[in-house]
């Protein structure tokens, strides 16, 4: 958005100190509410385990009592992910104004594009962070627009990424809808099917001077169904647990996953959407780049119809998912 301070910038202008609207309160600094020497080991599922039995039944125990969990060998080549994360360090690597030809229109109501803000937050503070939102699937829903292009190998790094990662979602959703007792194509259907939307996020966290007083990202769980996350190796994921912060172990090479609130709510709060926010580090770049599983704006997601009756009624109400991100952008009640 023209005129929108990047993080960038800020961060090459301020050396020693940040400015007061970085700044969390008490309850919101890492330094303060982190877990220190403790590392949360959430569940690490090997999806290639001859076991298949024994992998569905992680997949579902861990989206129950976690609602995070990491995969390895999961089919998609190292090569395949280093690319994609090169050509989106290329990126923020060009000049600025290169850049602010991908910004998110001022007017749009899509989240597309180049930012630094993305949701209303109550006490006006601002996330260390700047970002590229674009969708990489289905094609009708793809908006070149938004693809950098003077980076050559960038569409060609994305579109390879997708093809490979269909297959992971796919077998995700599919083990997901089987440990609700579904068919295994229901819980993909109900989110939309073929039309299920793969939104791609770079987040690009600079190094930050302060970085106990700051976060990259405010806690949160994701409006998605599922996200699936690739880090670079700086940490900086946090996860809540009994109510305390802790930071979440980098495995190379594993793809995070996250339920989010779709899912909690198709399942009728059988899985849980996991509440996560991002540290930021003093002298590194942290990166990541989760694809959001969304489903297409029009769709209406409730509890899935087989799951409700008169002992376990719906806990959640049915409605438009645009209406769902409206209300929790804008921190509307639901």
Request: with cysteine.
């Amino acid at each position: 958005m023209e005129g929108e301070v990047r993080v960038q910038d800020v961060a090459l202008k301020h050396n020693d100190t940040i400015p007061q609207e970085f700044i969390r309160s008490e309850h919101e600094q890492p330094g303060i509410t982190t877990v220190h020497g403790a590392v949360l080991e959430v569940p690490v599922i090997d999806l290639n385990d001859p076991d298949q039995e024994k992998v569905h039944r992680s997949i579902v125990d861990a989206s129950q009592q976690w609602g995070m969990f990491q995969v390895v060998n999961h089919g998609i080549p190292g090569e395949v992910i280093r690319e994609l994360q090169e050509v989106g360090k290329m990126f923020f690597e060009l000049p600025q104004e290169e850049k602010e030809k991908y910004a998110k229109p001022p007017d749009s109501k899509d989240i597309q594009g180049y930012g630094s803000k993305l949701q209303k937050e109550l006490e006006g503070k601002k996330g260390w962070v700047d970002h590229l939102f674009h969708k990489i699937w289905p094609p009708s829903a793809i908006d070149y627009r938004f693809w950098p292009e003077n980076i050559p190998s960038y569409r060609e790094a994305n579109e390879e990424y997708r093809k490979y990662l269909h297959g992971v979602a796919d077998k995700l959703l599919k083990c997901l809808s089987l440990g609700l007792g579904l068919e295994e194509n229901d819980v993909k259907e109900a989110l939309g099917g073929d039309n299920l939307i793969y939104l791609l996020k770079i987040n690009y966290y600079p190094p930050c001077p302060q970085p106990e007083l700051a976060l990259g990202v405010v806690a949160h769980t994701d409006m998605s169904s599922i996200t699936l996350l690739v880090p670079n190796d700086v940490q900086g994921l946090q996860a809540s647990r009994d109510g305390h912060w802790y930071d979440v172990k980098y495995i190379p090479n594993a793809l995070v996953i996250h339920i989010g609130d779709q899912m909690e709510i198709l399942s009728n709060g059988k899985y849980k959407s996991v509440l996560h926010r991002t540290t930021v580090t003093k002298d590194k770049t942290r990166m990541s780049w989760p694809v959001f599983l969304e489903p297409p704006p029009d769709q209406e997601v409730g509890p899935h119809p087989k799951l409700v009756n008169e002992e376990n009624p719906a806990k959640f109400k049915t409605k438009k998912y645009s209406d769902y991100a409206y209300c929790k952008l804008n921190k509307i009640p639901q």
